[in-house]
């Protein structure tokens, strides 16, 4: 069955460190790809998406793409902040399949000062 | 924009009682969704529903039930709580589109504890 593989934590960085988080699937299909963010205290917010191959999704000074040879879509932020300390989610959709997300198992990020 | 409203943020119930957890979503999405969160284990799907009155068994729906008698409220009932069910729970509503990548709105989620 579908499923996604994102790199295990936590991960503790320096304010303005580069911050990758590595994300793999396995699907049929032509998945969607996203990533989830969790606040202390919250629900998840959708942070970015990609809908097909070689598409980037990027918000907030996050980015990643949508790799078809690879099956990757690794989360990628040039300068992080303290307040991008939160737990982030990799995960996908089947096109033209049903509503249901798989997701990966979250990644923790912390940043210091 | 999007809200998803749950009932309770904090919750404790004893073992063998039935809970229910409440949501409700004012973007008049089709689709709604319980998921429980654990550490290490991420979130794993319990229900969704895509219509009203219509159900579908996610990953883990054993020792759970649900109701979606309104197109805005989806419930998450557990039968005889038991200890093992303790956990976050979260729902969230996504819209229908041609395509499924219209992403999911999620609520606060509910900390459960049963003792």
């Known amino acids: 069955g579908d499923s996604v593989t994102q790199m295990e934590g936590p991960v503790t960085l320096s304010e303005e460190a580069f911050l990758t988080i590595n994300c793999t699937y396995t699907?049929?299909?032509?998945?969607?790809l996203f990533w989830y963010v969790q606040y202390p205290g919250e629900g998840l917010q959708l942070l970015l998406k990609a809908t097909k191959a070689d598409d980037k999704g990027s918000n907030k000074g996050f980015e990643a793409t949508y790799r078809k040879e690879t099956t990757s879509f690794h989360l990628e932020k040039g300068s992080v902040q303290v307040s991008d300390s939160a737990v982030y989610f990799c995960?996908?959709?089947?096109?033209?399949?049903?509503?249901?997300?798989?997701f990966g198992k979250g990644t923790k990020l912390t940043v210091n000062p | 924009d999007v809200k998803v409203t749950q009932s309770s943020r904090y919750l404790v119930k004893r073992t063998g009682e039935k809970v229910f957890l409440e949501c409700v979503q004012d973007m008049d999405h089709e689709n709604m969704f319980w998921y429980r969160q654990d550490p290490g284990l991420g979130l794993r799907l319990i229900y969704f529903s895509y219509d009203v009155k219509m159900k579908e068994k996610g990953d883990i729906p054993e020792g759970y039930s649900v109701s979606r008698e309104k197109k805005e409220r989806f419930s998450l009932i557990l039968e005889s709580a038991s200890t093992n069910q303790t956990s976050m729970y979260l729902c969230a509503s996504s819209s229908s589109g041609v395509w499924s990548n219209q992403p999911q709105h999620f609520g606060d989620g509910t900390r459960l504890s049963i003792l």
């Open positions: 995960a996908l959709t089947r096109q033209g399949g049903s509503e249901k997300l798989v």
């Open positions: 699907a049929t299909g032509y998945p969607s």
